[in-house]
Each structure stands twice: as C-alpha cells, then as structure tokens.
C-alpha cells in the first residue's frame, strides 16, 4: 500500500510572528506546502491528496519537522477527507449546501441512541468516544455511566 508523509511545522505571519495553533504541512517528497496555516494539517492534506487525484486506499502519515523518524498521526487519505475537528473531537464532515429533503424535518432525523451510526472506518486518537443514555456522545468518566452529574 502506498504511504505518503507529510511533514508539519509551525505556521509564520509576514512578520515572522508565529501564528498559534496553526500548522503549514509539506511533502516530505517533494518538499512542497499542500497547506498552509491550517489548525488540523492531516485532515486539510487528506482533501488536497484526494483533490489532486491521490488513492483514497493510500494511507497518510504526519510527522513533526523536529521529529521526522515519529509518525504522530497515520491514516487513509480517503477515510481521513471525511472528518472535521470540533473542539476535542473528530467530527465527520457536513456536505456542501444544497437543497433540503422532506425527510431533514420528518421522524427519520430524530436523535437518540438508535440515531447514531457506527462507521466502520472511524478515526480516532486515544479511547473511543462513548454514548450516553439518551444517545448523546459523552467524554468518558471512570466514575459515572454516562459521564455527566453526580451519584
């Protein structure tokens, strides 16, 4: 399977300020930036790759230019395109806008535990996330089932 490794480093205004939170991300091939100032660079080259034609089965490999022998973050480039972070968590993305279905207001889109689908090609970084009584994702806590109040 082909690998393809991009090499992240902090991001620079035009003063030479460095930018908080914000990565430029390279080919380790080429050397070339495929994204720049960009707060998640694996996922951002993912969707340059699959824009410029790479193989979605292609896994991508991040490492830092300060540690370029440790792989900080690996996968599939077209599994990785598919997700957006929000805060703490990976988040799959939402489509571009288009028209509504009747079904967005009918019971189909209604939450709960049933609601949620597994994906089987989901990413993670450190424990998977859990679902709460009422379906709602919950971050773990050793001490209550659901994560949330008290006993």
């Not at 694996?42 to 292609?58: H, I, Q, V």
């Not at 279905?101 to 989901?122: E, I, Q």
């Not at 009584?133 to 050793?142: H, K, M, W």
């Amino acid at each position: 399977m082909t690998e393809i490794t991009i090499v992240v480093s902090p991001a620079f205004n035009n003063r030479g300020k460095r930018r908080h939170d914000r990565f430029d991300a390279r080919l380790q091939s080429s050397d070339e930036v495929i994204c720049e100032a960009t707060r998640q660079p694996l996922l951002d080259a993912s969707r340059e790759l699959l824009r410029r034609g790479a193989d979605p089965n292609a896994t991508i490999c991040k490492v830092h230019a300060s540690a370029p022998a440790v792989v900080t973050m690996r996968a599939r480039i077209g599994v990785a395109a598919q997700y957006d972070v929000m805060g703490e968590k990976f988040v799959r993305r939402k489509p571009a806008a288009g028209p509504m279905s009747k079904l967005a207001f009918g019971k189909a889109n209604v939450g709960g535990a049933a609601g949620w689908r597994r994906c089987p090609d989901t990413l993670y970084v450190g424990a998977a996330p859990n679902v709460g009584r009422n379906g709602s994702r919950v971050s773990a806590d050793p001490h209550h089932e659901d994560g949330a109040g008290s006993p």
